[in-house]
């Protein structure tokens, strides 16, 4: 593997590439060659915002929150309109609990782009967790209709329509999800456990394993499958 510890000087096009690459390392899981990358890189584009929110969301995929809210923080002093950055910073804010900071964060992001489907989602789900269901669903609805492409958007709103008790409605919304991201787990279980709440075991047999197949460390998916195992028709 390549090594940036003796270049000085990088263009612009190989930093864009260096980006790429940390890109491909976190797709495929590999965190922690992505951060290698970016520690290497980052004498030459401390100001680069896009390089904060990668070194972010490698920290991110660790475990290591207070570093990626530092990055993210980084990215937002370089950029202060930066919609991603407050996105990204309102993420991980929720994954260390702290909710109310988090909203401010999306509705920062939404201040500055109206339309951003990720803030409305992710401000959705929080407001879903507080009981308040029909502001969840208005920003599943504004997410969707800013970006009908939103998969994640169509799972929460799933999600929403089954605790309501509208199994059909939910159905429709997992199948527009998996027919966006087929290779999206917790659709496939989403779906998977509501065929069986409606009696179709075949197909949510076959759901629930397809989610099981494409993320095997998914604890929410290990956790239907055994469900559905222990499960007598």
């Known amino acids: 593997m390549f090594s940036l510890q ?3 000087k990088r263009s612009p096009e190989n930093i864009n590439s260096d980006l790429e690459s940390v890109i491909e390392f976190l797709e495929q899981g590999n965190w922690k060659k992505a951060l290698k990358v970016l520690n290497e890189i980052e004498h030459c584009c401390k100001e680069n915002p896009n390089h904060w929110i990668l070194k972010g969301d490698t920290y991110k995929k660790s475990d290591n929150y207070s570093n990626a809210l530092d990055c993210y923080e980084n990215a937002l002093h370089y950029d202060p309109d930066f919609v991603k950055a407050w996105v990204s910073k309102g993420d991980i804010l929720n994954l260390m609990g702290k ?10 992001a939404l201040t500055l782009d109206a339309k951003n489907s990720c803030a409305w989602c992710s401000k959705g789900k929080i407001l879903y967790s507080q009981a308040r269901f029909l502001e969840a669903v208005h920003c599943y609805e504004r997410a969707l ?3 009908h492409r939103a998969f994640e958007a169509w799972i929460a709103l799933g999600d929403s329509y089954f605790d309501f008790g509208r199994l059909r409605n939910a159905l429709t919304c997992y199948d527009r999800a998996i027919f966006l991201n087929p290779k999206c787990a917790p659709a496939w279980n989403n779906k998977g ?22 993320d095997p460390k998914n604890r929410t998916v290990q956790r239907s499958s055994e469900i559905f195992m222990d499960f007598r028709v």
């Open 6 to 8: 003796f270049k000085k």
């Open 99 to 108: 909710t109310e900071e988090s909203v401010i964060c999306y509705n920062k």
């Open 145 to 147: 209709d800013s970006d």
């Open 193 to 214: 456990n509501l065929l069986k709440k409606i009696g179709k075991y075949d197909e949510a047999r076959f759901c629930i394993r397809k989610a099981l197949k494409l």
